[in-house]
């Protein structure tokens, strides 16, 4: 069912590149890059995960890009319009966000907490044992810190693709970069003698990040490099959830999709890279190597908290910075986690967007609620097969991640491969004039290597 009214559209391709990038630029670029190329032998990282992003990030990106401008839907229904047997395609790139968003919120909830920690003067409290177990297992705060984050989304996905979702990420992410390099540049400056009198140097830091350490490398390690570069990659670049379909339906006919594909990846490249810079440094200075053996939300919640307590006063500066900087970041990608459903609604029960939001708003609340009672009145341990232990905010994160993104990526590089064909998407970039470039690499891409790959990032996700 078409709607009446003319579907919304960016007004600039500024406009599209900076909304992309403030979905792709998230919380995966600040606690899990850093982790991984200081976990897989620094510059070795960078450089697989670069060569990755040039080939394999740039087909799946323009790949849903193209789909979401030719087809002017989002996910829930563009795929039934590139193949009628395909709907079903669309409805699981469609529950991905819808199980995304709520979590997404609740940890969204916990950066706004540590930012009016450190906001109000009281980051030493953040710095002390069991501070971070002690709040997330809380009986109200939590909640109360997730409706505001999720309030927040709404508002802005309330007010549109223009108003809302276009305008905010030509403020936020500007202003997210600048702080990104000002606390990076800071995290180069630093040093610090330990107890035992040793001094460490952010440069050395920053060493440890950049210099290829082929020490002990193995075929089997390469392969584990690889599938981490990849499957951090493929979380980075916000595919495989309908995202960039979407927004890719707001995309003017006479825009050069080449090139914003282009600026998307380098900006949400830079990023990654420069939290690393930002990161690694200040944890090896301050907390040595086994500071860096954490990611995720021990990274940013445990270990950060007392990077800053040791820089001394600066350091709560600092924190503040780095904390606004990352609710932006995951303000602007829930955003757009937010934009793929309410505009699947939008399309496929021809509602409006002020109805659409709602009910996702009403749904993100009950299940945000229940992942927030997983570490209180619903705790439960249970292991996956990773080997991790999880409650229910893992346990989705397992499920969306692993299980039903490798699915919608790997469905779309067959459909697109195999039954609609590689042309679709080429036409569609070529349509303005451009030429896509790299065309044979893309056509190869899709049909062989990007499944593959999907499809071994897959297997090793799931198991044991
Ligand atoms: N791409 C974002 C990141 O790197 C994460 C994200 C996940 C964004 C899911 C939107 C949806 O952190």
Redesign the pocket.
Known sequence: MEKSTKRNSFKGSIGFVLAAAG???????IWRFPYLAAKDGGGMFLAVYIILALTFGFTLLITEVAIGRKTKQSPLTAYGKLHSKWKGLGIIACIVPVI?LPYYCVIGGWVIKYLLVYLTGNGVNAAKDGYFTGFISGQAEPIIMMLIFLFAVVFVVFRGVNKGIESLSKILMPILLLFVVIIAVFSLTISHTDDNGVTRTGMEGFGIYVIPDFNGMTYQSFMNVLVDAMGQLF??L?VA?G?MITYGSYVHDDANLKSSINQIEIFDTVVAFLAGVMIIPAVYTFAGTEGMEASGPGLMFVTLPRVFEAMGGIGHIVACLFFIMVLFAALT?AV??MEAVVSSFMDKFNITRTKATTVETVIAIIVGLLVCLGYNALYFEMPLPNGSTAQILDIMDYTSNNILMPIVAIGTCILIGWIVKPKLVIDEVEKTGVKMGRKKLFVVMIKFVAPILLAILFLKSILP
Do not use: T
């Not at 979905?23 to 670029?29: D, F, I, K, M, T």
């Open positions: 979905s792709a630029v998230g919380l995966g670029n995304i979380y980075s916000s959830m995202i990608s757009s986690i």
